[in-house]
């Protein structure tokens, strides 16, 4: 009897509360209702389950559990496009609100009662609550093309409590076509295309995609594959429908077109394809646009077997709309269909223009030109910065030349320009474009590039490349360089060597050895300045041999044309790596707006750099333009050089030359290639530093027998060619005391001739052994004991077989120059030492020295005699004299570059009191003098500061004696002097 009970009572609960209780549910509330029966069965306690059962308790609790609230009386859902869809519903008896949920899998959870919730919330279980109010409608939009969405609805009361909720679902709408014209080749090999569909409509046949087609054979219009329904096979009267993805159309007038492949086979059968407008993806209640046979000679009737294009206009009524293109093949069991290329556009009869290109750029504006394809006779231009949206740049509009120069731009600024027809029906074609370009930068000199900022492409800088085809140096068909051509070089280019070709810095612009063609590194805009001189300079690092020639041009364009300004293409430009500064003038250009080029010319050359480029207000310098006259204006960048200015001689067609006179503190600067000439008279003061990188053919000191250019200067390392007459006196008087006024100077051959030339003779003095040493032995062979190149501060012995000019080549002397050790030997030598002059100028004799005679000796070479030269005498350049140690300790002797001295060679003499006694001999026409002097300060014996040791040359020797030594200078306290004649008479003189 139990069982019948509970069921009962569990079905009067399910029908209170309809749908609103699970199974367990209802248990639970039967159970938690039983009356409990312990009591009154003693005996059975625990064993008699809950108890009994108790319908009036159960059906009060399940009335308190039941949910109050009615449903939404209907809930919809509606697709409005690929990313919308719209719900509505009607709202319960009640007017209660509703509550809204979606999700993706059709998972959904229950509200849980008197739980309060708000958009956005997740219901426990699943669902996103989406709406919640009083409205009828929501628009569930930002959603997933072609995808599947789950929604519930549900009303709630103001407790809240919430009914059991109704569901719905919908699918988006595929993505449509918007953009136009639209074309699909089905060259891709899913099929059908993404968003088309593919669907049976009568029997068991669909397209399908092939790549080569049979029956009849054919391969695809155009691309890799075409789509075939296979009327062959399909039983007649079998279709299937190929359908577009929706197609948005608005109110312009579109057309649709296909190709579909037509042959001659079974002429009769009626295979066709059907073409269809429709606001759902069939062919119910669909507009028939036309229909293709398979056949050619059934309409439309062509003459030959092939593709053919059929073009079909989209009625009105579709304007508007979401609008499904459908394709019908029908199978009449004859060939199969074939198409391709399917085609959704706006029809144009206004045509954009074509070749639209990009002429000449400069900073503020571009050429723009364009070929215009009738009936457009005039055309409207959109420009704007680079990813512009069309409608948002500046228009411009009834061009009626397809050219135009656009100026007002801004430099170093990327730009597109878009052009379309404007035709004379008020039509407008469609944009041709973009084309892109970038303007130029732009400076105004003074103007500076080092690259030190340079990016991989050098920014403001155009690389371009041309070949001798297009015009080469002329510059026509330049194009950007794509490769191989000029780069920012760093110290990690070309192998790790990249330092050796930067300037300063880590950074300059270089091109490899294996460029092609002609490559331009071609500047911005330059403005020039209104007035006054300007140069362009730079540094190079440049290397040409004899079978490796590196061209190099330097171009400038102005008013449309490249014309070259300095050019490197032999061997005269010589190698310049970075050490000498390259100057071109650009006066020419006063206020112009100029580019510079440098191009590099294939040629199997060199490596070659270019770095510290500038545009300054020209410096002075030497340029050679009117001859070789220092003192000519025209000579000169601004002016001749006043004292103190910064002086520079550059190479040029003429090189300076100097006459007369010049003292100046400003510095000096001879550079590479270049050569200053001192004319034999010239007498040259530098208190400012002199520099020659020109080694020692940049700076020569002429001699001209009688004269030599005198230099005084105090730079160290100054390479010269210092000229040195010799000439040639027969007998006793061919000798002269010869010093170098340079380091490095070999004696032989530019001296003594090799092999040994007769006449051509050179001696130095041994003092120790009081001894000539010869430069060759006897058999001619060179005297390993004689120096191989002259010692500065050493004079020689010389003699030469032919007169004529000989050149010093080396380092000039310019600082302390002091001779080897000064020694006293005793008796043999003497402690004489010969010495020389070891300046490009005059030397004053002014004595100080401890333990030297304060006078010394220079040759005669009239008499073939010493000569005495006393204190504050004047040494000639390049001369020797005899110095003498009185000492039996070496003495310290240097000579002073503080006593350089223009003045001409000449001898203070002996003073007032002096009786000069004087030999001469006839057959050698020589002769020796000596000097007797009063002095109140001397002694009757040898004074080292007054008196003189006799020192013999090849003339009779004439002397005094104060003691055992013989004297060519002997000043005394007073003398007596007799004179006796020939009849031995004698007179006595006193002093």
């Known amino acids: ?136 409608a929501f628009i569930h939009t930002g959603l997933t093309s072609n ?44 099929f059908p295309p993404a968003n088309w569909d593919n669907k049976q409509l009568s029997g068991t046949g669909m397209w399908d995609w092939q790549t080569n087609g049979t029956n009849p054979d054919c391969l695809p219009h155009t691309g890799e594959g075409m789509t075939r329904y296979n009327s062959n096979l399909f039983a007649s009267g079998t279709s299937g429908i190929l359908v577009t993805p929706p197609v948005q159309f608005m109110n312009d007038e579109y057309e649709t077109s296909i190709w579909i492949y037509r042959d001659g086979n079974l002429p009769t059968n009626t295979d066709r394809i059907e073409i269809y407008a429709n606001i759902a993806p069939n062919t119910g209640f669909a507009s028939l646009l036309g229909t293709i046979h398979r056949s050619r000679e059934l309409t439309p009737v062509e003459s030959a077997d092939g593709w053919y294009q059929y073009t079909f206009d989209i009625p009105a009524s579709f304007h508007n709309k979401l609008t499904y293109l459908v394709y019908k093949g029908i199978s009449d069991q004859g060939n199969n269909l074939f198409a391709d290329d399917i085609s959704i556009e706006i029809p144009v009869t206004c045509f954009p223009p074509v070749d639209l290109s990009i002429g000449e750029i400069l900073s503020s504006s571009a050429a723009v030109s364009w070929t215009g394809v009738a009936p457009a006779a005039a055309w409207d231009l959109e420009c704007g910065t680079a990813g512009f949206e069309p409608g948002t740049g500046t228009l411009l509009s009834g061009l009626t030349n397809p050219t135009i120069d656009l100026g007002g731009l801004d430099p170093n600024t990327a730009y597109e320009v878009y052009v379309r027809g404007a035709c004379a029906t008020d039509e407008l074609s469609t944009w041709a474009g973009p084309a892109g370009f970038t303007t130029l930068c732009n400076a105004s000199a003074p103007w500076e590039e080092t690259f030190e900022a340079a990016n991989s492409n050098i920014e403001c800088w155009q690389i371009m490349k041309n070949t001798a085809e297009d015009g080469g140096l002329n510059g026509n068909n330049l194009l950007p360089a794509e490769t191989g051509s000029w780069f920012a070089c760093t110290p990690e280019s070309f192998e790790g060597l990249g330092n050796q070709y930067i300037y300063e810095g880590t950074r300059s612009a270089a091109i490899g050895a294996d460029a092609t063609d002609f490559n331009w590194l071609i500047t911005a805009e330059l403005q020039m300045p209104e007035s006054g001189k300007t140069d362009l300079s730079f540094r190079v690092y440049y290397t040409s041999e004899e079978a490796a020639i590196t061209k190099f041009y330097v171009n400038l364009y102005n008013s449309g044309t490249w014309q070259t300004l300095l050019s490197y293409n032999d061997m005269s430009a010589g190698t310049n790596h970075f050490a000498e500064p390259v100057m071109v003038n650009l006066d020419a250009f006063q206020g112009q707006t100029i580019r510079l080029a440098f191009v590099y010319e294939q040629n199997n050359g060199n490596i070659l750099s270019v770095d510290n480029i500038a545009l300054n207000t020209a410096s002075n310098y030497w340029t050679g333009n009117a001859g070789t006259a220092w003192n000519d204006e025209g000579n000169w960048r601004i002016g001749v050089p006043l004292s103190g200015d910064e002086i520079n001689i550059y190479a040029a067609a003429n090189n300076p030359r100097i006459d007369g006179n010049i003292e100046t503190t400003g510095n000096l600067t001879i550079h590479t290639g270049a050569t200053l000439t001192l004319a034999p ?18 700076l020569l000191l002429m001699n001209s027998g009688s004269s030599s250019a005198s230099l005084i200067h105090y730079s160290e390392n100054v390479e010269a060619t210092v000229q040195h007459f010799g000439d040639v006196v027969s007998g006793f008087h061919q000798w002269r005391l010869l010093s170098a006024p340079v380091n490095g100077q070999a004696i032989t051959p530019d001296f003594i001739g090799v092999p040994q030339v007769s006449g051509d003779v050179l001696l130095k ?122 000492a039996e300790v070496p003495a310290g002797f240097s000579l002073d570059p503080q006593l350089r001295t223009h003045e001409p060679a000449n001898n203070t003499g002996p ?81």
């Open 765 to 886: 003095y041994d003092e120790p052994t009081a001894t000539w040493i010869d430069s060759r032995l006897e058999n001619g062979d060179w005297n390993p004991a004689f120096e191989s190149v002259f010692t500065p501060g050493r004079a020689y012995q010389s003699s030469f077989a032919a007169a004529g000019l000989r050149s010093f080549r080396g380092t000039l002397s310019s600082g302390n120059v002091e001779p080897e050790s000064i020694t006293n030997s005793g008796e043999a030598g003497g402690g004489w030492h010969l010495v020389g002059n070891p300046y490009t100028s005059s030397y004053q004799w002014n004595p100080g020295y401890t333990f030297l005679s304060y006078i010394i000796k220079v040759w005669n070479d009239q008499g073939s005699c010493y000569t005495d030269l006393f204190p504050g005498s004047i040494i000639p350049p390049m001369t020797g004299f005899w110095i003498q140690n009185l």
């Open 1 to 136: 009897m139990a069982c019948p009970h509970v069921s009962g009572l569990a079905a009067l609960i399910v029908s209170l509360a309809y749908g609103q209780f699970t199974p367990q549910q209802v248990a639970d509330i039967i159970k938690n209702t039983t009356d409990n029966v312990d009591a009154v069965n003693p005996g059975f306690v625990g064993q008699l389950g809950s108890g009994r059962i108790n319908a009036f308790a159960a059906l009060t609790e399940a009335q308190e559990l039941m949910i109050n609230v009615n449903n939404p009386l209907a809930f919809s859902a509606l697709a409005g496009s690929n990313v919308q869809i719209n719900l509505n519903w009607v709202k319960n008896q009640e007017d209660d609100d509703v509550m809204v949920a979606y999700s993706t899998d059709n998972v959904f959870g229950d509200p849980v009662q008197t739980q309060t919730y708000q958009v956005g919330d997740i219901i426990e279980g699943g669902g996103t609550l989406i709406y919640k109010g009083p409205e009828s």
């Open 147 to 190: 995808t599947p969405y789950y929604y519930k609805a549900w009303s709630l009361n103001g407790v809240p409590e919430y009914s059991q909720g109704l569901a719905t679902s919908a699918t988006t709408l595929k993505e449509p076509i918007t953009v136009f014209p639209y074309h699909q080749g089905f060259d891709a090999e899913m």
């Open 681 to 698: 008279d010239t007498k040259i003061t530098l208190n400012g530093e002199l520099i020659n990188y020109a080694g020692p053919a940049g």
């Open 911 to 991: 003073g007032e009191g002096t009786i000069q006694l004087m030999v001469t001999e006839n057959l050698n026409s020589t002769f020796q003098g000596t000097y007797i002097r009063k002095n109140a300060e001397a002694t009757t014996g040898f004074d080292q500061l007054l008196d003189a040791h006799f020192l013999p040359g090849f003339a009779p020797q004439l002397y005094s004696v104060a003691g055992n030594e013989k004297l060519s200078t002997n000043s005394l306290p007073g003398y007596n002097f007799r004179q006796c004649d020939s009849t031995g008479l004698c007179k006595e003189y006193c002093l």
